[in-house]
Antibody, heavy 121, light 107 residues
Framework: QVQLQESGPGLVKPSETLSLTCTVSGGSISSYYWSWIRQPAGKGLEWIGRIYTSGSTNYNPSLKSRVTMSVDTSKNQFSLKLSSVTAADTAVYYC???????????????WGRGTLVTVSS | DIQLTQSPSFLSASVGDRVTITCRASQGISSYLAWYQQKPGKAPKLLIYAASTLQSGVPSRFSGSGSGTEFTLTISSLQPEDFATYYCQQLNSYTLTFGGGTKVEIK
């Protein structure tokens, strides 16, 4: 049974870089797209971007200038870096698996439990 | 970006009620829509994809319909475990977007 687990600092200072890692267990990271999604407290879901195991990426245009995603297939992990953070970046960050690379099937069939990242000095 | 508008934002219902949630897209997205259920403190759970295909393991009281710009999620007989927030997500453009959510609470 494939499981996803987010890890990383729960507190980041303003203007610094948020770094999170998602570890995939119980299955291979290969041949899937993987995504990051975030949710501020009491608010809705925002897609951050996705990465294929080849390293190919698509980012949300609203965050594109600050986002970098990477993948390490040897560790079955993929990562998120979000630079120049502000309080508006405080949210629960989820990693998720994209069910298929086929057009129109980019829904998320597996999710991590989420990790709260707070931006504060 | 394609915008998704869910209605209502909040819904109060009783166990056994039939519940319908609507998701409208700002432009046509064919059948490229998914629905998720989220309970407090938990990650979203996939219910339906391709507008009407039930994800494996999801009870048959959940159903989805629609295409183009208007979609519905229906719960045929609301159960206690269905009280949650529901989100739609469009899968049509490379920038994936979610609706604002519909919170279903106990009447």
């Amino acid at each position: 049974q494939v499981q996803l687990q987010e890890s990383g600092p729960g507190l980041v200072k303003p203007s610094e870089t948020l770094s999170l890692t998602c570890t995939v267990s119980g299955g291979s990271i290969s041949s899937y797209y993987w995504s990051w999604i975030r949710q501020p407290a009491g608010k809705g879901l925002e897609w951050i971007g996705r990465i294929y195991t080849s390293g190919s990426t698509n980012y949300n245009p609203s965050l594109k200038s600050r986002v970098t995603m990477s993948v390490d297939t040897s560790k079955n992990q993929f990562s998120l870096k979000l630079s120049s953070v502000t309080a508006a970046d405080t949210a629960v960050y989820y990693c998720a698996r994209v069910a298929s690379g086929s057009y129109g099937l980019w829904y998320f069939d597996l999710w991590g439990r989420g990790t709260l990242v707070t931006v504060s000095s | 970006d394609i915008q998704l508008t869910q209605s209502p934002s909040f819904l109060s219902a009783s166990v056994g009620d039939r519940v319908t949630i609507t998701c409208r897209a700002s432009q046509g997205i064919s059948s490229y829509l998914a629905w998720y259920q989220q309970k407090p403190g938990k990650a979203p759970k996939l219910l339906i994809y391709a507008a009407s295909t039930l994800q494996s393991g999801v009870p048959s009281r959940f159903s989805g319909s629609g295409s183009g710009t208007e979609f519905t999620l229906t719960i045929s007989s609301l159960q206690p475990e269905d009280f949650a927030t529901y989100y739609c997500q469009q899968l049509n453009s490379y920038t994936l977007t979610f609706g604002g959510g519909t919170k279903v609470e106990i009447k």
